[in-house]
């Protein structure tokens, strides 16, 4: 995948595991990162895998459920102690939302920095100095996103959480890695979430 990578910061489901934290994905490119999603866990877990919290620049965030962005709050927190680089914050149709409830917490609105905050709608695409990013809306959470990330001939598909649906296999179409969610098993199908059968089907259908 040229120089692109994803490093797994937390895979978890929503009832917490021992030793694995929930979504969070971090994506490199050359100097250049991008995180998708920050549940519970991953603040701390990017603190050990090296990551300066201050040199992130961009975080994509999927959906409404704590799950996926609860670490948010301990990252604006943190920030509040003199971080100087602007931060651009990209996700599901009602995230301001989310963010000003946030901000509602003591200790989390920006003081020394700037926050660009961006809702994504079906097939809105950010360009980046080492990223191309497209979103598309999944069938889980109120305009919940998946993710296509694009990046020297490179392609990784992010589902986040959804159940089966038409954008799925645009989504998925050709990559060259796709970070499929799947939190229950083939009997026990859920309403909003994939089995490992039909993450299978996809695979074949986008020819993954």
């Known amino acids: 995948m040229a120089d692109m990578c994803l490093k797994v910061i937390g895979s978890g489901v929503v009832f917490p595991q021992p030793g694995t934290n929930a979504s969070c994905y971090l994506v490199s490119n050359g100097g250049a990162q991008l995180v998708m999603d920050m549940g519970y866990g991953a603040f701390k877990r990017l603190s050990a895998e090296g990551v300066d919290f201050n040199e992130i620049d961009n975080i994509f965030i999927t959906h409404g459920h704590p799950d996926h962005y609860s670490d948010l709050i301990p990252f604006f927190h943190a920030a509040r102690q003199g971080r100087k680089k602007d931060l651009n914050l990209y996700g599901y149709g009602g995230l301001n939302e989310l963010v000003q409830a946030i901000f509602n ?104």
């Open 105 to 208: 917490l003591p200790g989390t609105a920006p003081e020394s920095y700037k926050l660009n905050v961006l809702e994504l709608h079906n097939e809105d695409s950010i360009e980046m100095a080492a990223f191309r990013v497209t979103a598309y809306v999944m069938e889980h959470f109120p305009n919940g996103l998946g993710l296509r990330i694009a990046a020297g001939g490179a392609c990784i598909a992010y589902t986040g959480d959804t159940d089966m649906c038409p954008n799925l296999a645009v989504l998925a179409q050709a990559a060259d890695l796709l970070v499929a969610e799947c939190s229950y098993d083939n009997g026990h199908k859920k309403k909003g979430h994939l089995i490992p059968r039909e993450v299978g089907q996809l695979a074949a259908k986008a020819n993954v």
